[in-house]
């Protein structure tokens, strides 16, 4: 069973980040989310909350899993035995951080591959810190997260106001 890992901090969620995780469940018998661990000083949404939301995102792609992790993402890719290292690439400036990490990935483990799907057009300017921001301001961000994340970006937004 060839298993790819996607992933990222996802937060929140986008529909960016849902069209990779979508394609690339087409391309992969098993796709993991891989959503990062982070403190929650350095994060609007909680681990856990990310996972969830993700959850809920893809729960129409039976061959899609969403876990959180921390460490290397090359040492999360061994543990769950895959073999493929998604990411999603909106523009140059992805790209040349992009390289730079697959080169340090291929270094620490060869074996994992770092494949790149580009971002759909109408998700190129999408990002989570982004919509956070723009969110933030008070722009309605419907047409860029699923629904489910606009509920909660309100909720949490209007906790720290």
Same mark, same amino acid.
């Given at each position: 069973m060839l298993t790819a890992i996607y992933p990222g901090?996802?937060?929140?969620?986008?529909?960016?980040?849902?069209?990779?995780?979508?394609?690339?469940?087409?391309?992969?018998?098993?796709?993991?989310?891989a959503v990062y661990d982070l403190s929650a000083n350095s994060s609007l949404f909680s681990t856990k909350e990310r996972v969830i939301m993700f959850e809920e995102a893809v729960s129409h792609l039976k061959n899609v899993e969403v876990r959180?992790?921390?460490?290397? #993402?090359?040492?999360?890719?061994?543990?769950?035995?895959?073999? +493929?290292?998604?990411?999603? &690439? /909106? =523009?140059?400036?992805?790209?040349?951080?992009?390289?730079?990490?697959?080169?340090?990935n291929k270094k620490m483990a060869p074996e994992v591959e770092s494949v790149y799907l580009m971002a759909s057009l109408e998700h190129l300017y999408v990002?989570?810190?982004?919509?956070?921001? #723009?969110?933030?301001?008070?722009?309605?961000?419907g047409e860029l +997260?699923?629904?489910?994340? &606009? /509920? =909660?970006?309100?909720?949490?937004?209007?906790?720290t106001a």
């Open positions: 901090r996802f937060d929140p969620v986008t529909n960016g980040h849902v069209d990779i995780a979508q394609r690339a469940s087409t391309l992969f018998e098993r796709v993991v989310i959180s992790f921390s460490g290397l #993402v090359v040492d999360f890719a061994r543990r769950e035995q895959a073999k +493929v290292l998604v990411r999603g &690439i /909106r =523009a140059v400036t992805d790209f040349e951080a992009e390289l730079d990490m697959a080169l340090m990002s989570g810190h982004r919509i956070r921001e #723009v969110a933030g301001l008070g722009y309605d961000v +997260v699923p629904p489910h994340v &606009i /509920r =909660a970006l309100q909720k949490k937004l209007a906790a």
